[in-house]
Structures are given as C-alpha cells and as structure tokens.
C-alpha cells in the first residue's frame, strides 16, 4: 500500500490560486503514476490531473485544463497540483493517488485506500 498526505487547501475567492501537496510513501512504485482526483458535496470522486514520475508528463480532465498545474519532485516523492484562475466548481474535497490507466481509456486509482484529503473551497 501507500500512505497519502495532502495538505495546501483552504478558501479562495473565485480566480484565486492554490498549490496543493501530496507526501506519498510506501509502493510509490507500484504505479508509474500519480494523480490528483476531487469529490464535491454529492458527487463521485472524479479525476483531475496524472503525472508520470518518470519524464513528468501531465494529464488534465478538460475542465481544469490551461489552469491547473500538476507537477512532481521525486527525491521527495510529492507531488503537487498548482491550480490557478479558481472557479466556484472546483469547490471540492482534494485526494492524490497513485493512478493507472491512459489518456484514451481513462484514468483511476490503483489503491482503494485514500488519504484524509485537503479541502478546496472557492467562493463566488
């Protein structure tokens, strides 16, 4: 398994920013992945953003694209998600997770366990 830590949220007023970190420890390994996800009051947990640990690549869901900023340091294996211009809907409690899965089938967790998360809330 892996042990989660986020931190870095709070409350914004709409086109705020917010840096986000994740402290990953344990199988890191398992997964060439990290990836941030979110769940509003009601609503599934969806996907937000992936980066592969080797190379850096970013993957964005399309509502966050051009304003989130998914980055990693691997010798302090933390990831993190620097999310600008900040919108009521991105109101959200805030999870990382090792991902798998592609940019044309999908992403998902590849641990069910999750950390405590970091709340996000942006105000209008």
């Known amino acids: 398994q892996v042990q989660l830590v986020e931190s870095g949220g709070g409350l914004v007023q709409a086109g705020g920013s917010l840096r986000l970190s994740c402290a990953a420890s344990?199988?890191?390994?398992?997964?060439?992945?990290m990836g941030w996800f979110r769940q509003a009051p009601g609503k599934e947990r969806e996907f937000v953003a992936a980066i592969s640990w080797i190379g850096g690549i970013p993957y964005y869901v399309d509502s966050v694209k051009g304003r989130f900023t998914i980055s990693r340091d691997n010798a302090k294996n933390t990831v993190y998600l620097q999310m600008n211009s900040l919108k009521p809907q991105d109101t959200a409690v805030y999870y990382c997770?090792?991902?798998?899965?592609?940019?044309?089938?999908?992403?998902?967790?590849?641990?069910?366990?999750w950390g405590q998360g970091t709340q996000v809330t942006v105000s209008s």
């Open positions: 997770n090792a991902v798998k899965g592609s940019s044309t089938s999908g992403w998902s967790s590849l641990f069910d366990s």
């Open positions: 344990g199988r890191t390994f398992s997964s060439a992945f």
